[in-house]
């Protein structure tokens, strides 16, 4: 590991701790709930003093609440023994950051504790949704979309630049979700499989439980109703899977978390066809080890019971 450089947000830690910040401010928290929240995003970080990004943590969570005028007495404290300390500097001079580079970052780490100590000691107000984000796909349901070249439609195309009447779909995906949750229990995101070729009409029936396999590895992301309708999206079924099933075939499925806290859309992951990404997952040993997938599944195969229930 080394120094990628000398400000604060230079490393990719720091910048992406910065969108979760700005993304738990948007919470209905208190201050203390929104430090509660933003150190389970990163609790091995934020509660190991002799972790290398433990100083990043404290700094950029201090540097993020003044900025937005949030005040919480134990987070600017704790920033201000950072600095007062020499606790960042060591960690910096440990990563094998230069004695100049170091100079410069300890300018910028003064002009950090200047504005901590001129803090107003109460938090402004500031914008937050009212309850968490509805879900708009229903776990095990299945999906399907218009495709062009195996492509779905763009979600972000403004209609301004988008002639739907000269996109002529080709096919349709269809897509399976196998997973979905709420980033600290407000931010909606899902994980999906999908199939691995184009279909020429939606099917439905005996056609989609026996014929339709669904190809690992499995995708993630967001989805607002404004993209579930440009996306074309219709609900083609629900089915009683078996989570056991669902987990043998698609193994070590995970939160999608950071989907939801950076908007990541899942409309990135619904491409049929091309090059399948590679997928891994962390021993508890935390070596990271490539997942090997069983044989593509069919409907019939994660049924939780016989015969395949719609609702």
């Given amino acids: 590991m080394g120094a990628w450089g000398l400000g604060l947000y230079s490393g990719d830690f720091a910048s992406d701790l910065k969108t979760t910040v700005a993304a738990v ?26 972790n290398p990004d433990h100083t990043i943590f404290w700094l950029v969570l201090a540097d993020q609440f003044e900025k937005r005028g949030i005040f919480s007495p134990y987070v600017r404290e704790t920033a201000l023994a950072i600095i007062d300390s020499g606790n960042d500097t060591a960690a910096m001079r440990a990563l094998g950051m230069k004695p100049a580079d170091m100079r410069k970052r300890m300018v910028q780490l003064a002009a950090l504790r200047a504005r901590l100590l001129a803090q107003l000691p109460a938090s402004r107000d500031r914008k937050i949704i009212k309850e968490p984000e509805p879900y708009v796909f229903e776990l095990h349901g299945v999906y399907a979309y218009p495709t062009r070249g195996g492509s779905a439609i ?3 195309m403004p209609a301004k630049r988008f002639d739907r009447a000269a996109w002529s779909p080709d096919g349709f ?3 399976l979700i196998v997973g979905r949750g709420r980033a600290f229990g407000y931010l909606a995101w899902y994980s999906a499989v999908k199939v691995a070729e184009v279909a ?7 056609a989609l439980a026996l014929d339709i396999r669904w190809a690992a590895p499995p995708f993630y992301g967001t989805c607002n109703r404004a993209h579930f309708r440009k996306l074309e999206l219709r609900e083609v079924g629900i089915f009683r899977l078996d989570p056991v099933q669902v987990d043998y075939f698609f193994p070590h499925l995970a939160h999608g978390n950071a989907y939801a806290v950076s908007d990541i859309s899942i409309a990135n992951g619904m491409k049929i066809g091309g090059r399948a990404s590679s997928s891994w997952w962390r021993r508890p040993d935390g070596r990271m080890e490539p997942i090997v997938f069983p044989s593509a599944p069919n409907l019939v195969e994660l ?9």
């Fill in 173 to 175: 995906g269809l897509m």
């Fill in 25 to 50: 401010c948007r919470l209905p928290l208190d201050d203390e709930a929104l430090v509660e929240a933003v150190c389970q995003s990163e609790r091995s970080v934020a509660a190991d003093p002799t």
């Fill in 303 to 311: 049924a939780l019971e016989p015969g395949i229930s719609l609702r």
């Fill in 154 to 156: 763009n979600p972000y």
């Fill in 200 to 206: 020429a009409t939606v099917p439905e029936g005996d």
